[in-house]
């Protein structure tokens, strides 16, 4: 539908330092009688035309059935049904360059320093400033957006009551359609430092929420909350947030990152560009990221060494590992199977794996530094592993909600 569009705009450029010479990537064989993503029909065909593309049929129906997590859903959904509509105009000003309907964040990491205004605001790798999550910014709106759309979609799939998908429906235009509250498909100004930057390729990474989105919709797809003028209106939103994700200079930025932001960026496109309807152009990127993420980013032993160097040593090493992991389920859907594909030298998705499996039974051994092992937080560590061990399909689904991705 948006195929012309989204390819006269985007632009997929290597990074810099890739490595010479085609990889090629396996055709992906579904197992026999599994659901099987369709490209941009998602699982529609065999999932009650639910048109999801990272949310597999089998995890959410594994949900509905566990007694523990049906009951945290609709406990979520129930009070779901009292919050928003979220809208970034409900900042109080908008951030210095910026329109009211400009999404507006910064840098988790980024403290006022010790001068009469706090200018310019100077770093602290791992300790997350909570005015990041005040009113004067959008991190919390998108976040509670997300996390009551999820809510509210899991519920209407569960129960099939549209009083959820009606009230998903209406946080979901306020959003994207309504033009006096929808956010601009960019992201100028995420992340900005306060007396440095306006806005940054680091950014991008909280367009996690975004991604939690386009699943919510999925579920919602057979509902007649949305009439179909809105869902062309919401898809071609994210159309136009991929074109400027592969055309602007913050996007170039963050394409060329080689630590989680690149591999993170890899898949945030080729989820979006999916959702707008661009398969060929997601199956390109998928294509490549053997070649451009793991050739540049991960050693031998399957080590993303910038991930190691961080005082969340631990965290970072498995987040990249799961950014990885989801652009392998999209690349399900696009025919391709990053699974087993692998470099020259054997290197490929299977190697970050057993390197990250060697400390899973006893993070205590983990032998970077860690502010989670240096506090004895071994629990926290492990609940890491679990939650990656989905998206890997260690386990058949999630065990606790949370571990959705």
């Known amino acids: 539908m948006f195929r012309a569009s989204i390819l006269a705009g985007l632009m997929i450029?290597?990074?810099?330092?890739?490595?010479?010479?085609?990889?090629?990537?396996?055709?992906?064989?579904?197992?026999?009688?599994?659901?099987?993503?369709?490209?941009?029909?998602?699982?529609?065909?065999?999932?009650?035309?639910?048109?999801?593309?990272?949310?597999?049929?089998?995890?959410?129906?594994?949900?509905?059935?566990?007694?523990?997590?049906?009951?945290?859903?609709?406990?979520?959904?129930?009070?779901?049904?009292?919050?928003?509509?979220?809208?970034?105009?409900?900042?109080?000003r908008p951030v210095p360059g910026a329109t009211a309907n400009d999404y507006a964040s910064i840098g988790p990491y980024w403290w006022p320093s010790g001068s009469g205004d706090g200018l310019p605001y100077t770093r602290r790798d791992g300790e997350v400033n909570p005015?990041?999550?005040?009113?004067?910014?959008?991190?919390?709106?998108?976040?509670?957006?997300?996390?009551?759309?999820?809510?509210?979609?899991?519920?209407?799939?569960?129960?099939?009551?549209?009083?959820?998908?009606?009230?998903?429906?209406?946080?979901?235009?306020?959003?994207?359609?309504?033009?006096?509250?929808?956010?601009?498909?960019?992201?100028?100004?995420?992340?900005?430092?306060?007396?440095?930057?306006?806005?940054r390729g680091e950014g991008i990474i909280e367009a996690s929420e975004f991604s939690t989105i386009v699943e919510a919709l999925g579920l919602l797809w057979p509902s007649d909350a949305m009439s179909a003028e809105e869902k062309t209106t919401i898809r071609k939103w994210y159309a136009d947030f991929a074109v400027w994700m592969a055309s602007s200079d913050i996007g170039a930025e963050e394409m060329?990152?080689?630590?989680?932001?690149?591999?993170?960026?890899?898949?945030?496109?080729?989820?979006?560009?999916?959702?707008?309807?661009?398969?060929?152009?997601?199956?390109?990127?998928?294509?490549?990221?053997?070649?451009?993420?793991?050739?540049?980013?991960?050693?031998?032993?399957?080590?993303?060494l910038d991930e190691l160097k961080r005082t969340r040593s631990w965290h970072y090493a498995h987040f990249v590992v799961d950014g990885a992991a989801r652009l392998a389920t999209i690349g399900e859907c696009v025919g391709l199977d990053l699974w087993e594909a692998q470099l020259e030298d054997g290197r490929g998705m299977a190697t970050a794996a057993a390197f990250l499996d060697r400390y899973a039974d006893n993070p205590a051994a983990w032998p970077f530094q860690d502010r989670e092992l240096a506090a004895g937080r071994i629990d926290r560590m492990r609940d890491t592993t679990q939650e990656l061990a989905v998206l890997l399909r260690t386990v058949p689904a999630p065990s606790r909600l949370k571990h959705l991705p």
């Open 13 to 92: 450029a290597a990074p810099a330092a890739a490595q010479d010479g085609e990889v090629a990537v396996p055709a992906f064989t579904p197992t026999e009688g599994a659901p099987v993503c369709r490209g941009s029909a998602g699982y529609a065909q065999d999932f009650d035309g639910a048109r999801t593309f990272l949310w597999r049929p089998r995890w959410i129906e594994a949900i509905a059935r566990d007694e523990a997590m049906r009951a945290q859903v609709l406990r979520e959904a129930e009070k779901a049904l009292d919050n928003g509509p979220y809208s970034v105009t409900d900042k109080p």
């Open 131 to 199: 005015e990041r999550d005040g009113p004067e910014f959008d991190r919390s709106r998108i976040r509670n957006l997300a996390s009551d759309m999820e809510a509210l979609a899991l519920a209407y799939r569960i129960t099939g009551e549209e009083r959820f998908a009606d009230h998903a429906a209406k946080l979901a235009r306020a959003w994207f359609v309504t033009p006096a509250t929808r956010m601009n498909p960019h992201f100028n100004f995420a992340q900005g430092i306060p007396g440095r930057v306006n806005g």
């Open 256 to 304: 060329n990152k080689r630590n989680n932001h690149g591999v993170f960026y890899d898949f945030y496109l080729a989820h979006f560009l999916l959702f707008a309807g661009a398969d060929d152009v997601t199956r390109t990127l998928v294509a490549k990221f053997p070649e451009f993420r793991i050739g540049v980013q991960m050693d031998r032993q399957g080590r993303f």
